[in-house]
Structures are given as C-alpha cells and as structure tokens.
C-alpha cells in the first residue's frame, strides 16, 4: 500500500510503501483532469501525489502537496454542480466560502434545528461545513472529521468549553449524506442520514448568545489555521424548532427542507448571491478563494504547468491470463521429441496453440483447471536446447485476452 511516512496534513511528507493496517492516509483517491490524467489525492490529508523538486530523475522521492487551482477553472461562484436536489455548491477544492448575514442566528433563543446534504470530497480533519458566531470564544460548528468522527459543538467560552455532540464516524467521501442537529430543551441530537448517531442531555447554549454575529460561514472555519471544505453541499436548512425524528426521516429520503430561519436551495445557475429561500431575507455571499489547504485563501502555484507534477497518468496492466506452461525432452522409439504440458489456472476455458520448429499444435480449448500434453515428432535421435511457443487466448470479463510466452526444453539424445 502507498501510505504517508507520517499521518499529517504538511507539504512534502514522503510517501512510502508500506503494509495495510486500515489507516487512512493508505487511503487515495482519483481526481480527472478531463484530458485523460488524474491527481491522485490523500484521503486522510486532502493533499495530492506529487514529485519533490518536480524532479525528472529517476528515484526521485514522491511526497504529498498542497494541490494546484482546478483544471477546469472551477470557482465557487461560478455554475452551481449537480446536487442531492437539483443544483448545489462546490467548493471546487477552493478555500472559498460562504458568509451568513450579520446575526444570521440571533433569533434562536429556544429550541433549534440545522440540516444540510453534504458530500466531502476529503477527509481532512476539522474541515467546517458551517461555523457560525463571532470568533473562536463564542461560536457552533459542524465539522465532517473532529480527527475521528463528525461532531457538533457550540461554545460562549472558546474550544476548552465546547458543549459537543459527537458521531460515530466521518462521513463517507464522495457520496451525498444528510447530516441533521437538532435541539430541544437541553437535549441535543446528531443524525446522518435520518439516523441518530449522537446524544448530548447538557446543552443549555443557544445561538442568540452569539449576538449579531458577524462570522458566519459555510465551509470556512473561525479558526485560521482550520483547513477549508472541499466537497459540495446541499440544501442547508436553519429552523427556530426542534425537528422531530420522523421529519428528520423523512427529509433523509431526499425531500427538500423548510428551513424558516434560512433556506439554501443553491439552486441559482451560477452567481455569488445565494438566495435565502425562508422568506427570512437572509441572503448569502459566496467569497471565492484560492486553492484549498490549512488557513484562509491559502495561495500556491496557480496553473497546471506550474504543477505539472501532480498529474499522473494511468496506465492499465497488461492483460495477463493465469496459463503455466512447462517444456520437456523425451525419447520415443529412439526419437528425440520436444513436449510441452500446459496448465489452464483460470476459472474459464482457454484456448491454446503451441509452435516448435514451425510445428503447430491446436489444443482447442482446455477446461478450467485442466492440463494438456504435446509431444513434437521428430526423425532425430539427438534435439538441441530450444522453446516452445505457446499461445493461450479466453475471454476475461467480457474482454478477449490473449498471451504468448515462450516455454524452454533440454537438449537431448536417445539410443
């Protein structure tokens, strides 16, 4: 497995070979660039595969690193990508972001509820799908990853005095999930997906301790070295009740929310403006950013020749079939005769010819796990070391395969 020589986040960590043990910077996955290349990205880190120095050299060492702007000029304020329901909001890789009208949640003074789709495209830790207060003392977030599992929080005095409801896990990459906070009195919950992941019976914070607030975010945390979203999200819901279990439910079988304190639908085509759908007024900005990584607007090299090193191209193995074939030399009423046995290893049939001193001879097709014997008639009562060239061919998953190898025999005389 490809693994990184130390599990963190930083530019230029080596990566390196190393035995499966279920961690998930083993984890990678492929990101097309539309021409046929691919950046290969970490799960664990969000970073990509690149060259030290984007060395050309043979043994040159292979490190992970802040990836480059999108190949195809993603930008979050641009056209809206295909969502969970209808249109939705890619964060294109960026350190972009969403900001919430001051005092977006200054009304919550009771029982509340937030819900959004959400499909991550990486699994950095304390990615923030939304962060909403006024800095890091006073503040509730959601992030996908708080080093283990999703977790809610909300907090009047800074991190060490978080009231938190944790998951059971992260979120699955690359696939939509309804991600639901709910509270009631001084009961929250925590579902993903309409099931309840996460119970916390102490939570007596509500938002409208938070004021006007005026750092409210979608994608971006109050935290500066917190590294940004990188996926897309969906249908973000505020409302000023408690969401019961059944509703919950039901909006988890792909039933758009009703959110009346704010509405996201991220329906517009394309745009910053992101309409509030309540009837609340509260629209949103979308602040582009540059490529994602640890901090707020995080520069690196901008184009893709200046990162030519992080693409890769992928090149399918050649096609092999599971035939082994074994040469010989044997003596018959005083002949010297090449032979060949050949092993059908495969779960199908396999057709095989085998050629010696343009001998050729059809086996037809050999059953799975069956063999077939050839000896070459000659006049010769002495054979000099040669091969045999044996051809095997089958269809393998619905794809004809063909392979030759050539098979050795001793030298030998008879009589």
């Given at each position: ?13 080596k990566?390196v ?49 802040l ?45 509340f ?81 309409g ?11 509500k938002?409208s ?99 030519a090193d ?65 000896a070459?008639t ?38």
């Open positions: 497995m490809l693994g990184l020589q130390t599990a963190d986040i930083n530019n230029n960590t990566i070979i190393a035995d499966d043990n279920g961690a998930a910077d083993h984890l990678w996955q492929l990101i097309p660039d539309g021409t046929g290349k691919y950046r290969v990205a970490n799960y664990d880190s969000g970073r990509v595969l690149a060259v030290a120095g984007m060395s050309k050299d043979n043994g040159a060492q292979v490190v992970q690193w990836d480059g702007s999108a190949t195809n000029a993603c930008t979050a304020a641009g056209p809206r990508a295909a969502g969970k329901l209808g249109n939705a909001l890619s964060y294109c890789n960026t350190a972009a972001y969403v900001s919430l009208p001051t005092g977006a949640v200054s009304s919550l003074t009771g029982d509820s937030i819900s959004a789709w959400v499909n991550p495209a990486s699994n950095t830790s304390w990615q923030r799908i939304f962060d909403i207060g006024t800095g890091a003392t006073a503040n509730m977030f959601l992030t996908a990853n708080s080093g283990s599992t999703i977790r809610f929080a909300i907090t009047t005095g800074g991190g060490n005095a978080e009231q938190r409801i944790n998951g059971t896990t992260t979120l699955p990459l690359n696939q939509w999930s309804l991600v639901t906070v709910t509270v009631g009195g001084s009961t929250g919950k925590l579902y993903v997906n099931s309840l992941v996460g119970t916390n019976t102490a939570m007596t914070i938002p301790a938070f004021g006007q607030s005026t750092r409210n975010y979608l994608g971006k945390s109050q935290y500066s070295s917190d590294p940004a979203f990188n996926g897309l999200i969906d249908d973000f819901n505020i409302y000023n009740r408690e969401l019961t279990a059944d509703e919950v439910l039901n909006f988890s079988t792909g039933v758009a929310g009703t959110g009346n304190v704010l509405h996201y639908t991220f329906d517009e085509n394309t745009g910053a403006n992101v309409p509030d759908s309540s009837g609340s007024g509260r629209n949103g900005t979308i602040v582009n950013g540059d490529s994602a990584g640890t901090g707020t607007n995080v520069s690196t090299t901008a184009t893709d020749a200046q990162t992080h693409f890769w191209t992928l090149t399918p193995a050649a096609p092999e079939l599971d035939v082994t074939a074994v040469g010989g030399s044997r003596c018959v009423a005083g002949k010297a005769m090449p032979t060949v046995t050949v092993t059908n290893n495969e779960d199908v049939p396999v057709t095989v010819t085998a050629v010696s001193s343009g001998t050729t001879k059809a086996f037809g097709a050999i059953a799975a796990g069956k063999n077939a014997f050839h070459f000659t006049r010769s009562a002495t054979l000099a070391a040669g091969s045999i060239t044996v051809t095997a061919a089958a269809t393998v998953d619905g794809a004809p395969v063909t392979v030759t190898q050539d098979v050795a025999y001793p030298a030998i005389t008879c009589g």
